[in-house]
């Protein structure tokens, strides 16, 4: 059930006429109940994974509640992390290491049938694991209280606008909202069809429309024409953005209406003067979510190791600061898929980052102009890694881009060019006051006549432009 899809908007009216005329427990509920039909939409059977999830979290933060013996408590924690990350393995990344140990014994002479479990990836699955992860966590560093309402609890881990791709939600910031009675208001329910428009927008017209420039190109192979590489790869850059930042909007939007805030996901990345603040700005529940759960120990960990004991604090943590931002950003990167190139991708930026902090003082001191212009760029390589199907396509694709540059039909790539520049030019444009004004909003403070008719515009090219094929969100298959 795609939110761009007419399947979608009836769901959700039921949903918000019930919604409105419930109180707060019943709100509750429904929600749930909305929540699991949601979810069986894709696959009814993937809902076990969500229960499984869910009843294994509400019992482990109960068990670290009501002991004090640390011991007793890790080994809750443990639990959490052992069921979540074995159905996230098997399901996810069970094939691929088959497959890929497979061809490595191949390679030495040992031949053996790899064991596959042929299964289509859970849609979400790596978003509400994280989700329900990391209050378990929450609740063992004492940061919220355990859900002693099982039925509450469940709403938390599927709550249908970002149960299938995000933004991934802490317990310290959505439990307390769905635990108390939310209010509904017309300013909430302004902003929140607002969200919704400008999602629906960035998705169905931009992403959508983008898509026709990019995978003709990402799916060929060999002879690459270097202009086509390179447009496809900008397009590609815009339409991940649109795709993705137009479903958390369209999250944000569908949950405001109902008296909830989820976290902002997005904040003007491509604006961004270096790789580590871009980082800060795109997928931010992902990003931040890693910062927490994964860099923050982990760094703390090695910087406290005895076998760096006798080096000079500075030293120290900066093998530590290296060594954990790889292993982070490796992490991060393979969290997209299962496919070396994902991984790469994550090694990639972690080198990035490492390089930007090494070079600081010289990198802060150009025109900000350019520290922009070289980020986005530094980001289109990675982007062109991440969309490839193969480390050796990258390759190829990337030294199209120099040694292959001119196209055989410039019409082609005339034509690629002229369709992206109408694409991006009003997402650019809004995006641009956004970042002077600093405010995500800043569009509903405009003159009324102004923003009327920029609302009828959108409403326009969604109704003549619109791509209602039903396309799926990028993310959906992460």
């Known amino acids: 059930m795609l939110f761009q899809s007419f399947q979608f908007a009836a769901f959700f009216i039921v949903v918000f006429t019930l919604y409105v005329v419930l109180r707060h427990r019943w ?48 080994r809750y924690v443990a639990v959490s992390v052992f069921v979540n990350l074995t159905l996230l393995g098997i399901f996810k990344y069970f094939d691929f290491f088959s497959t890929s140990f497979h061809t490595l014994f191949g390679r030495v002479g040992i031949e053996f049938d790899p064991i596959l479990i042929n299964v289509i990836l859970p849609v979400g699955i790596s978003f509400y694991t994280f989700q329900t992860m990391s209050y378990t966590i929450d609740v063992y560093r004492n940061k919220v209280p355990a859900a002693r309402n099982f039925w509450d609890f469940s709403l938390y881990v599927s709550f249908f606008p970002q149960l299938v791709a995000g933004p991934i939600e802490r317990g310290t910031r959505l439990l307390p909202q769905i635990l108390k009675p939310r209010q509904l208001s017309w300013e909430r329910g302004f902003q929140g069809a607002y969200f919704v428009l400008w999602g629906l927008f960035l998705k169905v017209v931009v992403a959508d429309n983008l898509a026709k420039i990019v995978d003709p190109v990402y799916s060929a192979t060999g002879a690459y024409e270097g202009i086509n590489v390179l447009l496809a790869t900008y397009a590609f850059s815009i339409q991940i953005y649109a795709d993705f930042a137009g479903y958390s909007f369209m999250a944000i939007g569908l949950a405001k209406v109902m008296g909830i805030d989820l976290m902002e996901n997005f904040r003007r990345p491509y604006f961004t003067k270096n790789i580590s603040d871009f980082w800060r700005r795109w997928h931010i529940s992902l990003s931040s979510w890693f910062r927490d759960y994964v860099f923050s120990p982990f760094y703390l960990y090695l910087a406290r190791q005895p076998r760096l004991a006798n080096l000079s604090i500075k030293t120290r943590h900066v093998i530590a600061f290296m060594v954990t931002i790889l292993v982070t950003e490796y992490l991060l990167g393979f969290w997209h898929g299962a496919g070396w190139n994902y991984g790469f991708f994550g090694l990639y930026h972690g080198v990035l980052i490492a390089g930007y902090y090494f070079i600081r003082g010289l990198w802060d001191r150009m025109p900000t102009a350019l520290q922009i212009f070289l980020t986005y760029h530094l980001a289109c390589l990675g982007w062109l890694i991440f969309r490839s199907p193969s480390l050796d396509q990258a390759s190829q694709m990337l030294k199209a881009i120099f040694v292959n540059f001119r196209a055989v039909d410039s019409s082609i790539a005339m034509q690629s060019a002229l369709t992206l520049l109408a694409l991006t030019s009003i997402p650019i444009g809004v995006q641009l006051f956004q970042e002077w004004k600093n405010d995500t909003l800043v569009v509903l403070k405009w003159p009324r006549l102004v923003r009327d008719a920029f609302f009828v515009l959108l409403v326009i090219l969604i109704v003549a432009f619109g791509e209602f094929g039903g396309r799926p969100f990028i993310y959906f298959q992460f």
Do not use: H, P
């Not at 709100?27 to 294994?56: C, K």
């Open 27 to 74: 709100q509750n509920r429904m929600l749930l109940v909305a929540s699991y039909i949601f979810y069986g939409s894709w696959d009814w059977r993937f809902l076990s994974l969500i229960a499984i999830s869910t009843v294994t979290d509400y019992l482990c933060s109960l068990g670290i509640e009501a002991s004090d013996e640390k011991r007793i408590r890790k």
